[in-house]
């Protein structure tokens, strides 16, 4: 009899579905997903996809964006309980009361954030592209929601733009502490540490590398060094491990793992798959304006 992975493979040829996968998900995922990456490189795949669903192996604000980007497909989320606690950390009243107190000053908003807060800034991010967007604005003062350590690592890239952020962080990025660095480095000594900029600035200013999850996994794939500290979520290290066994890939942490990023399981790819169930609707008036600064997005980062 058909196997899981089988059943999922044959739906999608039958419905023309792609499944989209995000690095953070199970590994074992990646055996049904059409795309693995990152949030840029999966938001330009849902702008350009011919599929008339999208199953997105993800967490909320990701298939919301992907439906904010192809709005004629049917995007369903997995596990519809799959949230972002950075997305929930700033809702549209906490935007419009920190936007309120600095006036005319243009906003950047992470896409880790929901529709309602997209449709109220002027231009998205994702960690990949964040500095070039701040940069293509050309202005010496941004205001950056949600994720203060983005903003501030993007503030000390560019050196000469001001990034007044909203004090929101990533709670799985946040338990990586400098001692953690310190005490790989001792552990370690000929390995590169990676990090990404979600961390706390103590810890990506001690990091030889930071970047976003295809930065870290471009900079492991192109090194000719062959040892490696992860200093990012699980799903990094379990794909960096797979891709390059002749490489020492050691996490930083045995426990940096997203749970909300987790709870997909090839069940959930398959029941949605089967029922259609779980399918992603913005409202109209929001999209219209959401998708503006989605599409500025992707304009720089063609
Ligand atoms: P990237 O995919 O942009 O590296 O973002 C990490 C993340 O936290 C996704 O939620
Ligand atoms: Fe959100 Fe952090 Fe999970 Fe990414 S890792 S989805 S920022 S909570």
Redesign the pocket.
């Known amino acids: 009899m058909y196997n899981i992975v089988d059943k999922i493979k044959a739906l999608k040829k039958l419905k023309n579905a792609i499944v989209l996968a ?3 998900q199970p590994v074992e995922i990646d055996e049904v997903a059409d795309y693995v990456g ?3 490189y999966l938001s330009q795949v849902a702008a350009k996809t011919d599929a008339d669903i999208i199953v997105f192996a993800g ?1 909320y604000f990701m298939a919301q964006t992907a439906k904010l980007l192809s709005p004629d497909k049917k995007v369903l989320l997995p596990q519809i309980e799959a949230g ?1 606690r950075m997305a929930d950390m700033l809702s549209y009243k906490q935007l419009k009361d920190f936007t309120s107190k600095h006036p005319s000053i243009p906003s950047v908003c992470y896409v ?1 954030s929901t529709a309602e807060v997209k449709s109220e800034c002027d231009i998205c991010c ?3 592209n964040a500095v070039e967007v701040v940069k293509s604005l050309g202005v010496s003062k941004i205001l950056f929601v949600p994720d203060t350590y983005l903003g501030k690592w993007v503030e000390k890239q560019l050196g000469n733009v001001e990034v007044i952020t909203y004090p929101g962080f ?1 709670p799985t990025h946040l338990q990586i502490r400098p001692i953690d660095i310190e005490n790989a480095r001792k552990k370690y000594p000929h390995a590169l540490v990676l990090a ?1 900029p ?1 961390c706390h600035m103590s810890v990506s200013s001690i990091a030889d590398y930071v970047g ?3 930065g870290i996994m471009n900079f492991v794939k192109n090194s000719k060094q062959k040892s490696f500290v992860i200093a990012t979520e699980q799903g990094v290290v379990d794909r960096l491990k797979r891709d390059y066994p002749n490489k020492e890939i050691i996490p930083i942490k045995s426990n940096i793992v ?1 749970p909300n990023m987790k709870m997909t399981s090839l069940e959930d790819v398959l029941y949605v798959l089967e029922t259609e169930e779980n399918e992603i609707t913005v409202d109209n008036d929001i999209a219209k304006r959401a998708v503006r600064c989605l599409d500025r997005m992707l304009e720089v980062s063609k």
């Open positions: 995000h690095c953070y990152d949030s840029l967490v972002c880790n994702t960690s990949s990533c990404h979600e976003s999850t295809a997203c």
